[in-house]
């Protein structure tokens, strides 16, 4: 998706010394989309300019920190790669198994969610039980806008908590 500039468009990794297309030799309606193409390259050239890989480690790490300070107690663990990550959320009030965790708590996790949604955040639900609330926000997202996105989980996870537990 990022890739495309919002257009569709998909990368493919191949040898070099296999591309025996010349300039042109494959255009068609059917073959590519060159208003996609024409994104991508932009993209890349943005991504490589700004050397965007670096600026999206710092986010996350710093994401993460504020995610894991709201100190929920709901919240067993918070992980996952540059902004692309998921915050699993659990029973704190259950028993926990032979590994010593929490059981997961999908009516918390899906008020969570329907409490994001109400103060204008988009979140999607996965992993066990649909326990992990997952944050995957555009790679150009400023320090600002995360802090705003922490905030706004903060309260929907006290109002989910309040309500639930």
């Not at 468009?9 to 300039?23: C, F, H, I, N, R």
């Not at 926000?137 to 802090?147: G, I, Q, R």
């Amino acid at each position: 998706k990022a890739i495309g500039g919002s257009q569709p468009l998909a990368v493919l990794s191949y040898k070099e010394e296999m591309d025996a297309w010349g300039p042109g030799a494959h255009t068609g309606t059917f073959r590519g989309n060159t208003l996609s193409f024409t994104c991508g390259t932009a993209s890349l050239r943005f991504m490589k300019e700004q050397r965007l890989w670096e600026q999206v480690a710092v986010k996350g790490e710093t994401f993460k920190e504020q995610l894991r300070a709201t100190n929920a107690r709901s919240i067993g663990d918070v992980r996952g790669r540059g902004c692309m990550i998921g915050v699993e959320i659990v029973d704190p009030n259950g028993e926990r198994d032979g590994l010593g965790l929490l059981p997961t708590h999908p009516a918390l996790a899906a008020e969570i969610q329907s409490q994001c949604f109400a103060n204008g955040l988009i979140i999607e639900r996965g992993g066990r039980d649909g326990c992990v609330v997952r944050f995957l926000p555009p790679l150009v997202t400023t320090p600002e806008e995360l802090t705003e996105c922490a905030a706004r989980f903060q309260a929907a996870i006290t109002a989910a908590e309040a309500k639930i537990l």
